[in-house]
């Protein structure tokens, strides 16, 4: 019933119990393990040529962190494995880019320990070999979404493609801002020209989210969904890459096993086909809801000693209702908060924002302009 496993601050709520995902069923250095294998063949433009998937004992070598493995590679002493992950990364990315694509680079914003002086939030830029390494997990939810497509049973990640009126919305927001978004240039494209350093790019990004909203999963068996799509991605696709904290990749792993081996799937998990949407769009909520408000409590807890004082922030976004209310995002704390003033709110522009409210028992915020 929980789903997915809940991210708090420096901790977490499982999927499963620990003993299972903190050892019997992890990838810890060392110890031998029990693991789903894809071996997925590529051309030498990346394209998939080849799918399989089988049981294996799994020994990892060492537990990594992106940040130093970025560091090796960028010194130059990073295993030589590496320069193979970047290549067919980057041959994926342009891939992505080809198929017309949607990645959206936002700043995420993270909640540290502050070793024993309170909590801080920081927004994270991700390293290139995140983007990689995503494109190793994107290529394997799409090989098992093709391996479902192909025998006409699974279960879909869905994604429906953007009406025309939300992406005439955004043309007329880039104009607000002052972002040049020539008519020869591809939504997918325009969103990968912006520059997440930037404000009013920032606030660009920020209007682009609601263009991706919709996503759900459908379950099949025999004839495909309606929409089998996920627009974002241009492709069909699936989670399959992480079982021990996402409910849904253990039944497509299981799923993709038996296709490969030429078996009928296993009972229970067609049995589970049909209510897995629901139980997961139940769990993204809670889980949205859980994570939104662990960062809404830390971003009080910051806040509240200095009720009163002014911050340099920008505005990244305006109530489509009432302009006079929008999302303020603070350059210095790494804090979104709601801002209000008595006239229109200035899109993408940087700001002086006085903070009028931060109440922890309540998580409640506002600033004004």
Request: a neutral charge; one cysteine or more.
């Amino acid at each position: 019933r929980r789903g997915e496993t809940l991210y708090g601050a420096e901790d977490k709520i499982p999927l499963h119990p620990r003993v299972l995902s903190e050892d019997a069923a992890s990838l810890l250095p060392g110890k031998r393990r029990p693991a789903l294998l894809w071996t997925l063949r590529l051309d030498a433009t990346g394209e998939g040529i080849a799918i399989d998937v089988r049981r294996a004992m799994v020994r990892s070598r060492a537990r990594l962190d992106y940040d130093g493995v970025q560091a090796a590679i960028d010194a130059g002493t990073a295993d030589p494995l590496w320069a193979l992950v970047r290549t067919v990364g980057e041959l994926r990315i342009e891939r992505e880019r080809r198929r017309g694509g949607v990645s959206l680079p936002l700043p995420e914003q993270e909640v540290r320990d502050g070793n024993g002086d309170g909590w801080r939030l920081e927004y994270r830029a991700r390293r290139p070999v995140e983007d990689w390494n995503e494109q190793l997990s994107l290529l394997t939810g799409m090989a098992a979404a093709e391996l479902m497509v192909r025998h006409r049973v699974g279960l879909l990640r869905t994604l429906p493609p953007p009406p025309d009126h939300a992406v005439a919305r955004l043309h007329r927001t880039a104009r607000a801002l002052g972002i040049p978004w020539p008519a020869s240039l591809a939504y997918p494209d325009f969103i990968r020209s912006l520059d997440p350093s930037n404000p009013r790019h920032v606030a660009m990004m920020v209007s682009c989210t609601s263009v991706l909203r919709g996503a759900g999963y459908a379950a099949f068996d025999g004839e495909l969904p309606p929409q089998p799509m996920h627009s974002a991605l241009a492709s069909t696709y699936t989670h399959a890459t992480a079982p021990l904290r996402r409910l849904v990749d253990r039944y497509t792993g299981e799923l993709c096993l038996a296709l490969c081996a030429g078996e009928a799937p296993p009972a229970w998990v067609l049995d589970a086909l049909p209510g897995l949407p629901r139980t997961m769009a139940a769990a993204d909520q809670r889980a949205g809801r859980y994570e939104g408000a662990v960062i809404d409590l830390a971003e009080t807890l910051v806040l509240a000693p200095h009720v009163g004082q002014s911050f340099e922030g920008s505005i990244v976004e305006v109530d489509g209702e009432n302009r006079h209310h929008g999302t303020a995002m603070l350059h210095a704390l790494a804090i979104e908060a709601p801002v209000s003033a008595d006239r229109d709110l200035p899109l993408g522009d940087v700001v002086r924002l006085r903070l009028e409210t931060a109440d922890p028992a309540t998580r409640a915020i506002r600033f004004s302009l």
